[in-house]
């Protein structure tokens, strides 16, 4: 259980930081701003193909951040403990 913990909890950090740079360019219009990285995206994000990668890689990170810590923290141990209640349940019949 331990190496599904950390592998969530890597790719937690990895895609969040991700996450956090792009939203801090694409979505602080200021740092007196009290909306930082979740204003609505500033007026140039969508010209020009990096700025349309970068929105785009932004989405993705926030996703891959939040669906890879519930796979290694819920999906993967409740696989495991379905497969050996199944086990048990066979080994005892």
Do not use: C
Not at 12 to 28: C, F, I, M, N, P
Not at 47 to 59: A, P, Q, R, S
């Amino acid at each position: 259980m331990a190496d599904e913990f950390i592998k969530g909890l890597g790719i937690l950090t990895g895609a969040g930081l991700a996450w956090l740079v792009l939203a801090s360019w694409y979505r602080t219009s200021s740092f007196e701003s009290t909306k930082q990285l979740i204003e609505p995206l500033s007026a140039g994000a969508t010209e020009g193909i990096f700025n349309i990668i970068g929105v785009t890689l932004m989405d993705a990170f926030l996703w891959f951040a939040l669906l890879g810590a519930l796979t290694f923290w819920v999906l993967i141990p409740a696989g495991h403990q379905i497969m050996s209640a199944l086990k048990e349940r066979r080994n005892a019949q």
